[in-house]
C-alpha cells in the first residue's frame, strides 16, 4: 500500500480542494478518517465530485462542525485511535486530515498523534494569506518533532512568493507548487490548476 497524508495548517484553507486534485492527479482511493459536521456537503462528497475516484467510508460521521472530539462527545461517544488505522487497498491512498495537527480527537490524543503513527508521507497544505509563515512554520516543526517525513508544502491562494521562499526557506521544506483560487470549480478546472503542483515529487515517494 502507498499512502500519502494530506494535512493543513488549519481548517478552511483549501485542503480538502488539494486533495481532490492529488487523488486525481495520482489515481488514487480517497479516506477522511474523521468528518465532523454534516449538514453541509462532506469532505468526502467532494473529493467524489470533482475527482471521481473511489471514496471509503469514514471512520467516524459526526453531526455537529465543531472539533472531531467535541463534535463526538455531542453525540455519546469517543473517537478511538485504534478504529483509524490506515486501510489496505492495492494502489496509492490519499488520506485527508481534520483541521490543523494539533486538532483534539479525543481528551488526551491530537489528529499529529495518530498521523504519527500511519508512518506515511505528509503534504503539508497552507494558504498565502497574511499569518501563513506563522502557522506553517510551527506545523513543521510539529511535524517533524512527531518524526512524520514531510514532502513538502504545498500552498493555496494568491501568489505571494516572498511570502512562499520565506517559507520554504526558513522551514527547510520543498516548495511543492501553489494551487490557485479556481473559478467554476470542476474536475477539467481543477485538473488544469493543479498542474502547477509538484506531483512527480508526491508520486516518487509512494
Known sequence: MSTVIVTGTDTGIGKTIFAAGLTAALGARYWKPVQSGLEETTDSEIVKALSDVEILPEAYRLNKPASPHLSAEDMGVEIDPARLALPQVDGPLVVEGAGGLMVPLNRQVFFLDVIAQWQAPVVLVARTALGTINHTTLSLMALRNAGCEVLGVAFV???????????????NTRHLGRLPFVDALSRDTLANAFSAIDVDTIRSAL
Do not use: H, S
Open 157 to 171: 491562494g494568491d501568489a505571494e512568493p516572498d511570502v512562499e521562499q520565506t517559507i520554504a526557506e526558513m522551514g
